[in-house]
């Protein structure tokens, strides 16, 4: 396998223009290098939190709501005593986006743990004053390089449903930060994860979809959690009449594609050109991801809802 140094991978970067962030933490609006979260929080001691990342297109967000909804779903699954309503976190969202005069190209992370604890513990009965709501934005533009992105299977495996139901959205990112790890000491962009079968999973932060024949195919999500980039491509191939499946592959599914690319909110959709040291297609992007690309586009235009006022 041909290996990357580091200075083939492209690193996300700091923006000037992050300098002077105001951080929302629980409605109060916080300089960057004042910011912070008490150690008595649930996700410092133990992960014990929930998260969406969002983007914004010239005032828009798009699918929030849906984004919301996974969230909401998240902190219920883990039972959560109180949990902010839609409105509540939109009104945070644009109150942020506001204080920093942020507009379009923003990558806005929304963070909410089970809150403070009374004494240092892993009861949640620990727990007795609310949620804490973090609204973190930031000058960001999508974080792949959409030329083609290369990838390394890792040792580390998803969990399956039966350990950890993995349609929670958690702050819990061991796994996904090992398997990093290991991508970055193969000097590739990213690591595919695999499940405990041996079937693909995901990469450590996105979505893999496979094309054959001009066929797209895409994991089940059984191990990692449905994304919402994910499901807007499935359901433009619905409508546009692209033959799409859902199913468990193994490794020689994704070697032997004519195209591969990864979906995800941080990245919308790039293009994987390397697996493994396997060359995928021509080693360019291919014509459906690129078609799925313009499509996905076309999508965000036609449906991000209004945030900010004009």
């Avoid at 629980?26 to 990342?53: C, T």
């Avoid at 509540?88 to 109150?95: G, L, N, W």
């Amino acid at each position: 396998m041909n290996t990357a140094s580091e200075d083939d991978i492209v690193l996300q970067q700091f923006d000037e223009r992050n300098r002077d962030l105001k951080i929302n933490i629980n409605g109060e609006l916080i300089h960057r290098n004042e910011a912070g979260i008490s150690p008595f929080d649930s996700s410092v001691q133990g992960g014990d939190a929930v998260w969406e990342g969002l983007r914004l297109y010239e005032g828009r967000i798009f699918r929030f709501r849906q984004h919301l909804d996974r969230l909401r779903a998240s902190a219920q699954a883990v039972s959560f005593a109180e949990i902010p309503t839609h409105e509540e976190i939109m009104d945070q969202v644009r109150r942020t986006l506001e204080a920093n005069n942020m507009h379009d190209g923003v990558h806005i992370r929304l963070t909410l743990t089970r809150g403070l604890k009374v004494t240092s513990g892993m009861d949640p009965r620990l727990n007795t004053m609310g949620p804490t709501l973090i609204v973190l934005a930031e000058h960001k533009p999508p974080v792949y390089d959409k030329s083609g992105l290369r990838l390394a299977t890792s040792s580390i495996r998803r969990f399956s449903p039966d350990q950890l139901d993995q349609q929670i959205h958690s702050c819990n990112l061991l796994q996904s930060i090992m398997a990093k790890i290991e991508a970055n000491a193969a000097g590739v962009d990213d690591a595919l994860m695999l499940d405990a079968r041996g079937f693909i999973a995901e990469t450590n932060a996105t979505h893999l979809f496979f094309v054959h024949d001009d066929v797209v195919t895409t994991s089940r999500v059984l191990c990692c959690p449905e994304g919402v980039t994910r499901s807007v491509v499935l359901q433009l191939c619905e409508r546009d009449g692209i033959e799409c499946h859902e199913g468990d592959y193994t490794l020689d599914h994704a070697h032997g594609a004519d195209e591969v690319f990864c979906t995800g909110t941080m990245g919308e959709l790039a293009s994987v050109t390397e697996i493994d040291g396997h060359v995928i297609g021509d080693g360019a992007i291919g014509p459906m991801t690129d078609r799925l690309s313009e499509l996905f586009s076309q999508c965000v235009e036609a449906e991000a809802e209004p945030v900010l006022g004009p």
